[in-house]
T-cell receptor
Framework: DAGVTQSPTHLIKTRGQHVTLRCSPISGHKSVSWYQQVLGQGPQFIFQYYEKEERGRGNFPDRFSARQFPNYSSELNVNALLLGDSALYLC?????????????FGPGTRLTVT | KQEVTQIPAALSVPEGENLVLNCSFTDSAIYNLQWFRQDPGKGLTSLLLIQSSQREQTSGRLNASLDKSSGRSTLYIAASQPGDSATYLCAVRHSDWWGGGADGLTFGKGTHLIIQP
């Protein structure tokens, strides 16, 4: 079975631009969470989506937004990119909401903002 | 606000040694704790998941313990090998929310481990 997939693998953008990152969860998984990992730090929670609705948000500005599609795949959008947005963006899926269900992580998208 | 601290930040040991990585968290109201491995530039690989009601979990040469009341967990690696070189991350999950809200993981900054051949 395929694991969590993310695209693209790497991305280079300029300050002020907009970026869209994509995530496909494990088949049958309904919950998708997004994390940002800046170099040398642990991942930080950005969003959780379940059944196409936002279920929670970490301490990130409104420039960050996301959505989940009927097939449970998800997009993370970041507007007005800043140098500090350079990071590895990780997507995780789980069968359902709730801490009972383990999260499975994708390989990440490396975003570089110049 | 939950804070997770991992000590040491970096560790370099010769092959074959047994070693212990430490993780502490400030809010003991956790649902579970998970240890991950991350290779450079890669995603996260789950190693062990310990439920709050458990004291330890074992997988091969890895053993993780949890003392929820004191807010501590350790990851023990036996007979270390060069292939164990990676960053090890500890993460906690808060008590289950059925009525709403998110249940994301809170991570430490990790321990960068190098096993010398």
């Amino acid at each position: 079975d395929a694991g969590v997939t993310q695209s693209p693998t790497h991305l280079i953008k300029t300050r002020g631009q907009h970026v869209t990152l994509r995530c496909s969860p494990i088949s049958g998984h309904k919950s998708v969470s997004w994390y940002q990992q800046v170099l040398g730090q642990g991942p930080q929670f950005i969003f959780q989506y379940y059944e196409k609705e936002e279920r929670g948000r970490g301490n990130f500005p409104d420039r960050f937004s996301a959505r989940q599609f009927p097939n449970y795949s998800s997009e993370l959008n970041v507007n007005a990119l800043l140098l500090g947005d350079s990071a590895l963006y990780l997507c995780a899926s789980s069968p359902n909401r709730g801490a009972t269900y383990e999260q499975y992580f994708g390989p990440g998208t490396r975003l570089t903002v110049t | 606000k939950q804070e997770v601290t991992q000590i040491p930040a970096a560790l370099s040991v010769p092959e074959g040694e047994n070693l212990v990585l430490n993780c502490s968290f400030t809010d003991s109201a956790i649902y579970n704790l998970q240890w991950f491995r991350q290779d450079p530039g890669k995603g996260l690989t789950s190693l062990l998941l310990i439920q709050s009601s458990q004291r330890e979990q074992t997988s091969g040469r890895l053993n993780a313990s949890l003392d929820k009341s004191s807010g501590r967990s350790t990851l023990y690696i036996a007979a270390s090998q060069p292939g164990d070189s990676a960053t090890y991350l500890c993460a906690v999950r808060h008590s289950d929310w059925w009525g709403g809200g998110a249940d994301g993981l809170t991570f430490g900054k990790g321990t960068h481990l190098i096993i010398q051949p």
